[in-house]
């Protein structure tokens, strides 16, 4: 006797899963916007750009039925504006000077 797939026995669970690399991503980038708050800003904006580019990552190599709402557009774009934003943001917190 073979067991119904998941996504028949828990559909909110099936979900969930589906939807947990953007969850991480999320995850990551509170994280890094709590750091903002709290005045370590560029910290977070270095957590947050590496967020962003990790993101990109999981975008690139992950097949489409794990990736949930992370994917919008075609893969190229997604990889291309992730990526390039989360590198983006963090060459530009890097660079302005201060502390």
């Known amino acids: 006797m073979t067991r119904p797939p998941l996504h028949t026995r828990r559909p909110f669970l099936a ?37 962003l580019v990790g993101a990109g990552v999981l975008r690139l190599l992950l097949p489409l039925r794990r990736l949930g709402f992370l994917a919008v557009r075609s893969r190229p774009v997604d990889v291309v504006l992730l990526a390039g934003c989360g590198v983006l943001l963090t060459a530009f917190a890097l660079a302005i000077p201060g502390e």
């Open 15 to 51: 979900g969930l899963l589906r939807q947990l690399p953007l969850l991480v991503v999320l995850l990551a980038v509170g994280v890094g916007l709590l750091m903002v708050t709290f005045e370590h800003w560029r910290r977070g904006l270095v957590v947050v750009g590496l967020a």
